[in-house]
């Protein structure tokens, strides 16, 4: 139990657990959440990507490796405090839940939009060459954000998250870094309701004895088994929060007002499956991410750090 790894560092040191395990996770796994985004924004028409693998390998063809990381920084940055405070929601619920929500949906908020910037400027530049073969007298233009590309000239550099930040705050305010809060509630507390149980249960089943704590590969396993579990249950959120919060979009996809709005266009267009988009993709994020985070918890990594503290 998360419980029974509690120290004398007490909240403060989980926070610290929580935001080097996020640092650790994130560094590893955010070539496949970039591959979930765009999955997820698939719409039927303008699909450019038929699994995780083939989007990795035309990404990096397309974007160079580095393509891979399109708003790592952004996420980087403030994964920190959002897994901090998700790990430690324990101690004080119903705060922790708002904090993280309020981390939370900014960071993915800008996240989406620089991930998905390469799958928007390889749409835009393939309908555009094949206007251009069709008709050479006419170009389209067309203004997009964050890339534009037209046949013969080269892509503009894509804004930084800074850039769109502030561009988001002068066209529509706060509220445009906090477009699809309400998703991300309905996402992240189903998410919170099944995976600490649910770790709690199988970390439980490898404890040493009545008393003895679980070793340190029983904790990663149940994390991994139930981060993946969790995410899995909760992707057709996901989905729609991805889908509200994706800023672009092609001329023949769907734009949408709301979550009621976004649950009936996608069934009515693409079906139930189309909830499914990026499942598998999800789960390997979420399953290391939440393995390692129990792994620096089990070895005390935030109560060691504070060990050093005067007074301690």
Not at 44 to 64: A, F, H, P, V
Not at 181 to 193: M, N, Y
Not at 231 to 257: F, H, L
């Amino acid at each position: 139990r998360l419980d029974s790894q509690v120290s004398a560092g007490g909240l403060p040191a989980k926070l610290i657990n929580g935001g080097i395990a996020g640092l650790i996770g994130v560094s590893c796994v955010f070539p496949i959440d970039l591959a979930k985004t765009r999955l997820q924004n698939q719409q039927n028409g303008s699909r450019l990507y038929t699994s995780m693998s083939d989007c990795l390998i035309k990404t990096i063809r397309s974007e160079g490796y580095f393509g891979m990381y399109r708003g790592s920084a952004v996420n980087l940055t403030l994964v920190t405090p959002e897994k901090a405070i998700k790990l430690a929601w324990f101690f004080i619920l119903y705060l922790c839940l708002w904090s993280q929500v309020i981390v939370t949906t900014p960071m993915e908020m800008l996240k989406i939009q620089l991930q998905d910037a390469g799958r928007i400027g390889k749409r835009f530049k393939e309908m555009e060459e094949n206007q251009y073969e069709i008709d050479r007298g006419q170009t389209a233009q067309r203004k997009l954000m964050p890339e534009t590309v037209v046949p013969g000239t080269a892509p503009t550099k894509s804004p930084t998250a800074m850039q769109l930040t502030r561009e988001l705050l002068k066209e529509k305010g706060i509220a445009g870094l906090y477009k699809g809060l309400g998703a991300t509630l309905l996402r992240d507390v189903p998410f919170s309701i099944i995976y600490f149980p649910l770790f709690a249960n199988l970390n439980d089943l490898g404890k040493r004895g009545a008393e003895g704590p679980a070793p340190f590969y029983v904790s990663f396993l149940a994390g991994c088994l139930a981060g993946s579990t969790a995410a899995v249950a909760v992707n057709p959120v996901d989905v729609i929060k991805t889908r509200i919060q994706s800023m672009n979009r092609g001329s023949t996809e769907e734009t949408y007002s709301g979550v009621t709005d976004c649950i009936s266009k996608i069934m009515k267009n693409e079906g139930p499956s189309a909830f499914l988009k990026g499942a598998y993709c999800r789960a390997l994020v979420i399953a290391p991410l939440f393995g390692i985070a129990q792994v620096v918890y089990f070895f005390g990594v935030g109560e060691y750090i504070l060990s050093f503290l005067p007074g301690n």
